[in-house]
């Protein structure tokens, strides 16, 4: 099965990591190192495994090889310190990938490449963003209505000033999934790419976080 697959090599991630002593590390702190490692590891494979159990994959076809490089895409994510939100959403792609599409690494990894070094206040904006855009009772084709929209639920719901919102959007255009739709007097007016809807129809971002909020 799929999902054993690719839990079974998480567990073997974990069993391989390690680093010997060298002329700059102790002993001591190679320990500490591996500690710290080992306890990264262990933390993305219970997340991995969490995402994994809310999906079922229909055929066991896929290229262990395919599956082998998601996994180490996601646990070194894991080892160069991506926080827990990061890998809940990696996880959730990987999860939904093998739920209702073929798992294909090139596929994940450009999706990895995107999420692993997103800020907290980003995955937040992006999340809100892609709801708004998406959600089909969200009726409105104006761009900057949308935008408005936008703007107040981050400021009432996540504590965020407008100026806090603007800047936070600019950084995310960097990630390809919004864009600058038009440009007011003194604000730029932002939209949601084809790339966003794309990580829609994967994963809900506000989802993925409310789960990863909820007590393990």
């Known amino acids: 099965m799929v999902p054993e697959v690719l839990v079974g090599f998480a567990a073997d ?8 002593t060298s002329n700059t590390l102790s002993a001591a702190g190679v320990e500490s190192l591996n500690k710290v490692l080992a306890r990264r590891a262990k933390t993305a494979r219970q997340i ?3 995402e994994i159990k809310m999906g079922q994959k229909t055929s066991d076809d896929i290229p262990q090889e395919e599956v082998a490089a998601i996994v180490f895409r996601y646990m070194r994510a894991s080892q160069e310190g991506a926080a827990r939100m990061n890998l809940r959403l990696m996880a959730a792609i990987i999860s939904e990938q093998i739920k209702t599409t073929d798992l294909y690494a090139d596929d994940f990894l450009r999706w990895a490449s ?5 800020k907290r206040d980003e995955i937040i904006v992006l999340g809100v963003m892609q709801n708004i855009a998406f959600n089909p009772h969200f009726t409105s084709k104006n761009n900057e209505n949308y935008w408005k929209n936008c703007l107040k639920i981050l400021e009432e719901n996540h504590d965020m000033t407008e100026q ?8 995310c255009l960097r990630t390809g999934l919004i864009r600058e739709t038009n440009r007011t007097w003194l604000n730029p007016v932002y939209g949601a790419t084809n790339n966003l ?11 993925v976080l409310k789960r990863d909020a909820k007590p393990s």
């Open 13 to 20: 991630f974990i069993a391989s990591i390690g680093c010997s």
């Open 197 to 207: 809807k794309n990580l829609y129809d994967l994963i809900n971002i506000e989802g």
């Open 48 to 50: 991995l495994c969490d």
């Open 164 to 171: 806090d919102v603007y800047t936070i959007a600019s950084a």
């Open 114 to 118: 995107i999420i692993c070094d997103l």
